[in-house]
């Protein structure tokens, strides 16, 4: 009795170990779909003065802006997120950095606001503004901004799988129709998209 209650014990001991040794730097979560984005890419440029709505934004690599952005959602990234001055995120930001690039991954100019949480696997640098939920940075990074009103953790970030993209073997022909007013387009093949100030472009429909 007493040689089978000590390998018990052993035995205790050893998945103990090894669920410590499997705890991970960083956390995933719910698989997202490609319908919950808005707009989804390898790379995201946004320009300025733009407003985004009904989804979120994400990319593989790096997602972009270049100021006074609104964004009725999250930003999900793959790599890394850069965003200038006078951006307005309702939801999260996410930079899972799976290529474990050193310097900044997350960069916000001032003026920022976040209404969601902030989870980032490398160091995270805000110029100014109001963030309403937790900031999580992996363990040896810093958190350079605003004061988090959730707080700001070193630890596990939580980020949530991005969708897969089937790789694409042969392309339709350009259009030749360009936009560059206020309209709604369904699936098609269009030319050059050139949008001004204050033009909305409504895409109805999952296209390619």
Known sequence: MKKKLHIRIT??????LFAILEIPSVSTAQKLKISDFVLFGKNV???????????SV???????????????GNIYSGGTVAILNNNVISGKIAAANTSNLPG????????????????VNGNIVIGGGTIAGT??????????????????????PDFPLLPETPAVTTFPNAGTLNINSTQTIT????????????????????GI
């Open 11 to 16: 035995f205790k001991w050893l998945i103990l």
């Open 45 to 55: 440029q946004i320009g300025t003065s733009s407003s985004i709505s009904g989804g």
């Open 58 to 72: 994400g990319a593989n690599v790096l997602v972009t802006s270049a100021g006074n952005l609104t964004i009725d």
């Open 104 to 119: 900044t991954i997350l960069a916000a100019g001032s003026g920022v606001s976040v209404g969601g949480n902030i989870d």
């Open 135 to 156: 900031v999580t940075h992996t363990e040896g990074t810093i958190y350079s901004g605003p004061v988090p009103k959730g707080g700001n953790i070193s630890g596990i």
């Open 187 to 206: 699936p098609g093949a269009y030319g050059d998209i050139t949008l001004g100030n204050n033009k909305i472009l409504t895409l109805s429909g999952t």
